[in-house]
């Protein structure tokens, strides 16, 4: 079983263009961290290498001849590159990400220093990837190079590789996967076909993960905290560390919603230094942050009739509702590198005092 959760859509698309007379060779899978925007990238590139999409098909080379499939079933999932894909063990398939990977130093460099931890696709791993391009693959039909996340290409880099995004050789495709398209230079994304990536609803991840095999109540738990992303629900479902993380971070929210201004801005210089060296991190924890809101909106939008309750109440829901923004612009503008300090202090002083009282589960209680 393929690990793609949801999708289904966006599936169809891809046969399509791959099926089709002249598939694009660059395709950019814009959205969320861990929608499954890079596995729908090796779905692609499973229909590009199946061989029962072969043209050929049955003129396997490493088993016995298969025959074509019914091109709604592909990719088969089952064949040599289908399978070495998947497993992410195929050796025409190169995600290129800020690091060392195909880094190759200009002719005649005498010293390029090493950069492992480095935050952008440098032109040295540019230079690398134009070099890999002009070569055949070694088995594969057509490669592809995935290059996530795109919008940390650097200004040279990106234009550098941007006679090769628009004519690379037949036999390379590209996936660009960006959480930020709007901080890609747009004659980078003008030369790839774009294909939007959003959430995926609760109830089909909760299923997908009960057809992996994750027991429900966890694949319920999971599904629910993951946000409508599958991704990040496997992670849950799989690494109880990350649960019992989250747990903990709920509860400092609590702490947090009823701090002084003084104490909210100290928290926002910890994420805000804390996003130098760890992103996903921060990004989790404003995940956390949607999560409680969402649960004090639920409470408080439950509450009926008249009286000081209900008077309480309403304003709880315009309170909930104001912090769910604050933190959505301060996603968007964290991954549009806006002022990272700035913008998550703006969040948290955005946060409402009203409606900071006690855990919610009281609240519901004493209207109940
Ligand atoms: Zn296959
Ligand atoms: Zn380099």
Redesign the pocket.
Known sequence: MTALIGHQAILRDLRALAAGADPPHAILFAGPEGTGRGLLALEYA?LL?????APTAGASLFGDA?PP?DPAS??????????QIEEGAHPDVITVSPGEALCRPRPGETSHARHPNSRDIRICQVRGIIDLVSRYPFEARTRMVILDPAERLGRDAAHTILKTLEEPPGHTTFALISAAPEAMLETIISRCRRIDVHTVARAEIEAGLRERGVAPDLAAEAAAASRGRPGRALAFAREPDLMATRHRLLARCETIAIATAGDRIKYAGELGERWQRDRGSVLNELDVWESFWEARLRAAAGVRGEGPAATVARMDVLGATAALRAVQRARDDLQAQVMTRAAIELMLLSFPRRTLRGPVQEDTAAHA
């Open positions: 499973k290498n199946c061989e029962r999409a298969l499939a592909l990719p088969c999932n089952a064949c040599r590159p289908c399978r």
